[in-house]
């Protein structure tokens, strides 16, 4: 099955890549390899996820803020490959960042919502290497952040 029918099949409605807001781009291709800046956290309005998890955001919640990241990172792929993601031949590394409290130490757990997603599109082909690493802060406030590498064909 094609990564686009695996879409349709999950009911997955990809958001609008964004442009990036800094001085870096938001996707580089060198050789065979797809790096996608930082993707953050940003719910189906186009509203920021924001606050600390461990206060202000559950694991739970924190887990669909990281899957709103994995989604941002098949968008950027999608649009990197100029929409033809059969042009991805695997998910190589995700790097998750969890904006926490000292004490919250389910970090993996969050970046499990962009891990899971990942693999739910790309089957074995999304099985990737990974971090999850906590911060006292993220760009904007918001919850979660998430990068990636992409292998191309």
Do not use: W
């Amino acid at each position: 099955m094609s990564f686009e029918n695996k879409i349709k099949e999950l009911n997955i409605e990809l958001p609008e890549a964004k442009a990036p807001v800094g001085s870096y781009v938001a996707t580089k291709i060198s050789g065979n390899l797809l790096y996608i800046s930082g993707q953050i956290s940003i719910n189906s309005q186009g509203e920021l996820i924001k606050g600390k998890v461990g206060r202000d955001l559950s694991t739970e919640e924190a887990y669909k803020a990281a899957e709103r990241c994995g989604l941002s990172i098949v968008a950027q792929a999608k649009k990197a490959c100029n929409d033809d993601l059969s042009k991805i031949k695997s998910c190589i590394k995700l790097t998750g960042f969890v904006n926490s409290t000292d004490d919250f130490i389910e970090q993996p757990k969050v970046i499990n919502g962009a891990s899971d997603l990942i693999k739910s599109i790309f089957g074995d082909k999304g099985m990737h290497t990974r971090a999850a690493v906590s911060t006292n802060s993220l760009p904007l406030g918001v919850s979660v952040e998430v990068d990636a590498i992409f292998e191309l064909n």
